[in-house]
């Protein structure tokens, strides 16, 4: 076996840890991720460059498909705190910008998983859904080219939080260096035998998406007057 990072616990020679900020940034407000058990199969994970570039215990990660549940040590209490937000696109939600942030710190809860697997979690998680929800709204493209996203739109795990606690904090700095991994992840990866990747979205409309779409992506797209596959 290879050498493990302690801290990444990836192998030394493809390890991202010399990206991670010269010093862990500590902003005031907290990010806590619900994960997928999925998730933590994942090689190629986004979750622990956020976990080791915020300061300690500014990012909690709980696992499970359903949440909170008893094993979950204190989340109860966090969901239920006022300065709690989701970050979920509801129909209810409101941009995160229009936040009043002055002296206030939050406490973003945020579903580290697929979309499919994320409404499944906000389905049967009834607390969730009295929590006040928030969304972003960026142009920002994802870096995290490696990997299929379903739309040119989404953004990783990492990005998402990074471009949240940038808005909430007033400060590009977690934009600019929370995400440093992944660029190194990727450019890694690329120079091994890696592609770049299209989002679903991209290569349903020029007919190149490999696998039969769902009903949903599909009345989505045929909405907007979009090609799909036949």
């Known amino acids: 076996?290879?050498?493990?990072?302690?801290d990444c616990r990836r192998p030394l020679v493809v390890c991202w840890c010399s990206a991670l900020p010269p010093n862990r940034l500590n902003p005031g407000s907290n990010i806590i991720l619900l994960q997928h058990p999925a998730e933590e199969k994942r090689c190629l994970r986004t979750a622990p460059m956020l976990q080791l570039g915020l300061a300690e215990n500014k990012c909690l990660i709980f696992k499970g498909k359903r949440f909170p549940l008893p094993k979950h040590n204190n989340l109860e209490s966090i969901l239920k705190q006022p300065n709690t937000l989701l970050l979920y696109p509801s129909k209810s939600a409101i941009d995160i910008k229009e936040l009043t942030c002055d002296d206030r710190f939050y406490n973003l809860i945020l579903i580290d998983s697929t979309w499919p697997q994320a409404k499944a979690i906000y389905a049967s998680s009834p607390l969730l859904q009295k929590i006040k929800q928030v969304k972003l709204v960026t142009s920002n493209i994802s870096s995290y080219i490696i990997r299929t996203q379903p739309t040119e739109g989404c953004l990783s795990t990492l990005e998402t939080a990074a471009?949240?606690?940038?808005?909430?904090?007033?400060?590009?700095?977690?934009?600019?260096?929370?995400?440093?991994?992944?660029?190194?992840?990727?450019?890694?990866?690329?120079?091994?035998?890696?592609?770049?990747?299209?989002?679903?979205?991209?290569?349903?409309?020029?007919?190149?998406?490999?696998?039969?779409?769902?009903?949903?992506?599909?009345?989505?797209?045929?909405?907007?007057?979009?090609?799909?596959?036949?």
Not at 1 to 6: A, I
Not at 164 to 171: G, P
Request: a positive charge; charged letters at 30%.
């Open 1 to 6: 076996m290879r050498d493990l990072c302690k």
């Open 163 to 230: 471009e949240a606690l940038s808005q909430l904090e007033k400060n590009p700095i977690y934009r600019e260096q929370l995400i440093q991994p992944l660029h190194m992840l990727c450019k890694y990866q690329l120079e091994n035998g890696a592609v770049t990747h299209q989002s679903k979205e991209y290569l349903i409309k020029t007919r190149t998406y490999p696998k039969l779409i769902g009903k949903r992506l599909s009345k989505l797209l045929k909405s907007t007057n979009e090609c799909v596959l036949d």
